[in-house]
T-cell receptor, first 111, second 118 residues
């Protein structure tokens, strides 16, 4: 079942923070976050496998809640380079590692 | 990190011709490869999953005879769009996944191929 991403779009000024949510009605095995820039293929950001897990790289971090049905991506002190569409992909428990994509969240960071 | 290449980057063809797109994993063995189609400002639509040496598994609504997928080796999968028509114009992206960490859980994407059918 396709995960629900929110918000659909967000506009930030450089230096502001943003949170993108990804939720499923089913128990998840893992959540994957990717960023895609216009005309390019998606780029892997991170994967979360364990309930309660949090991880990050530089100023982008993510969490996977204990019930393993929701993940949030946190963008701190956004940079112009953060602009793009963020997709979460979910793997449902027992679903043979098939990745199901959300519809994406469009993020625009302006100077 | 794991690298996936696609060739060509873009192709323009006439209606009725067939187009082959290659997807290669350059530094790991891709036991599973995925083919996606993406329309402008839309999400990735999984077309099919292919495992090396076996027939591809197509998603509902994807025509097997229209989109031929071959995964003959652990580093190469091909997608052939047969008798292409303008409605087949799209951005086609492949991704690959390996049997072991770090490629086991991640999908590594190729740069995509933009197909335009006139």
């Amino acid at each position: 079942q396709q995960p629900v991403q929110s918000p659909q779009a967000v506009i930030l000024r450089e230096g502001e923070d943003a949170v993108i949510n990804c939720s499923s009605s089913k128990a998840l095995y893992s959540v994957h976050w990717y960023r895609q820039k216009h005309g390019e293929a998606p780029v892997f950001l991170m994967i979360l496998l364990k309930g309660g897990e949090q991880k990050g790289h530089e100023k982008i971090s993510a969490s996977f809640n204990e019930k393993k049905q929701q993940s949030s991506l946190y963008l701190t002190a956004s940079q112009l380079s953060y602009s793009g569409t963020y997709f979460c992909g979910t793997v449902e428990a027992g679903n043979n590692r098939k990745l199901i994509w959300g519809l994406g969240t469009s993020l625009a960071v302006n100077p | 990190g794991a690298v996936v290449s696609q060739h060509p980057s873009w192709v323009i063809c006439k209606s009725g011709t067939s187009v082959k797109i290659e997807c290669r994993s350059l530094d790991f063995q891709a036991t599973t490869m995925f083919w996606y189609r993406q329309f402008p400002k839309k999400s990735l639509m999984l077309m099919a999953t292919s495992n090396e040496g076996s027939k591809a598994t197509y998603e509902q609504g994807v025509e097997k005879d229209k989109f031929l997928i071959n995964h003959a080796s652990l580093t190469l999968s091909t997608l052939t769009v047969t008798s292409a028509h303008p409605e087949d114009s799209s951005f086609y992206i492949c991704s690959a996944r390996g049997p072991q960490r770090p490629t086991y859980n991640e999908q590594f994407f190729g740069p995509g191929t933009r197909l335009t059918v006139l």
